[in-house]
């Protein structure tokens, strides 16, 4: 089986993510084959890396033969290589990540396996997902028993107070058993992060998230052991497994985060477990309970937890992807499909495929 055509594509969002996000959401990745099988990815990047996708990439993957899991990591190293003067991290490698979940799907439609039997085999038929969001109430009527609510230091006192009111409502709403986390998207500093540690002991949260940048490795190397039992975790923002390798020689996280969208895909992904166990580091994807990480996880090759963000009750999401797994009880179960196992809704892109 052959590439004969290669297009990224970005989707028409009904409701626009705010902050970096506008232009620089998610993509979709197509790659054809000769003998009529289309493989699906999903990437970052927006509207940045649909050149890098549709001009450098697409002439480095027209012609390349896709037989086994092994030719996928051998295009992965030579798109890595050849992108390196602009790529190595950020949009280049979330264009990337794009092109390898393609590809994957593409290998497992050809092959009319589901990626997870790619990856060793179904370890795990139900895998248990934790809602991302701040209306703990609808995430325990939902049926989920593991939750992260975010939380921003401002730099205002009354911040702590607000943590402290997020995990007592985390707490009253799903239980003393249930899995909650704080997700702090790189505004707290180290003292803070003691702190929190320290006011929050009561409630027994299982990790505070992305406390300081990824340019802080050391500090967070020496704040990881003073807020035990609480976990460190992060790695949403690191690329590759070269990234993740700076991660574990410095010792700066206890729970690895590896987006699948953005890392580099699936074989980045495969990487960054395969250095991590090592280490002694868990891996819980970011977002995970997607159907991009989800295969991994159902494959047994990292932690039994996947990320949904639900959004708000209040909310209608139009889906990009059909049929992708849904949470019932707390737990998501991906099917037999061939493939990654979704199909794309057309009508929400730009352009024509």
């Not at 206890?254 to 987006?259: L, N, Y």
């Not at 991994?296 to 949904?308: H, K, P, Q, S």
Request: with cysteine.
């Amino acid at each position: 089986m052959k590439i004969t055509q290669v297009s990224a594509h970005y989707p028409r969002w009904p409701q626009t993510p705010g902050g970096w996000r506008p232009r620089l959401w998610q993509i979709v990745v197509r790659v054809e084959s000769d003998t009529g099988v289309v493989g699906y990815g999903y990437g970052g990047g927006g509207e940045a890396s649909l050149p890098i996708v549709n001009g450098h990439f697409r002439e480095l993957l027209t012609g390349r033969a896709v037989e086994s899991v092994d030719d996928i990591a051998a295009i992965w190293d030579d798109i890595y290589f050849a992108s390196i003067p602009y790529g190595r991290r950020g949009v280049g490698v979330m264009a990337l990540s794009g092109v390898d979940l393609a590809l994957w799907d593409l290998l497992g439609k050809a092959t009319e396996r589901p990626v997870y039997d790619l990856l060793g085999g179904l370890a795990r038929p139900k895998v248990r997902a934790y809602a991302t969001g701040n209306d703990p109430e609808w995430h325990a009527e939902l049926g989920f028993t593991a939750h992260k609510f975010s939380h921003r230091w401002t730099g205002d006192p009354a911040d702590y107070d607000k943590a402290i009111a997020s995990a007592e409502a985390a707490r009253q709403h799903l239980g003393d058993d249930a899995l909650v986390m704080a997700d702090c998207y790189l505004s707290w500093d180290a003292a803070v992060t003691e702190e929190m540690a320290h006011r929050l002991a009561p409630y027994n949260l299982y990790w505070f998230e992305d406390v300081l940048t990824p340019d802080h490795l050391a500090e967070q190397a020496g704040v990881r052991p003073r807020i035990k039992p609480v976990q460190l975790a992060g790695g949403e923002h690191e690329f590759t497994h070269y990234g993740f390798g700076e991660i574990a020689r410095t010792g700066a996280l206890d729970i690895w985060q590896p987006d699948v969208t953005w890392c580099g895909g699936i074989t980045a992904t495969l990487r960054i477990i395969e250095l991590a166990a090592p280490s002694g580091a868990r891996v819980v994807p970011h977002r995970g309970g997607e159907i991009w990480g989800l295969h991994i996880i159902a494959a047994g090759l990292c932690d039994d937890l996947g990320e949904l963000v639900v959004g708000q009750r209040s909310t209608r999401q139009e889906r990009l992807w059909l049929d992708e797994p849904q949470a019932v009880d707390g737990y998501l179960a991906v099917t037999d499909k061939p493939g990654l196992g979704v199909r794309l809704n057309e009508k929400m892109l730009t352009d024509s495929l």
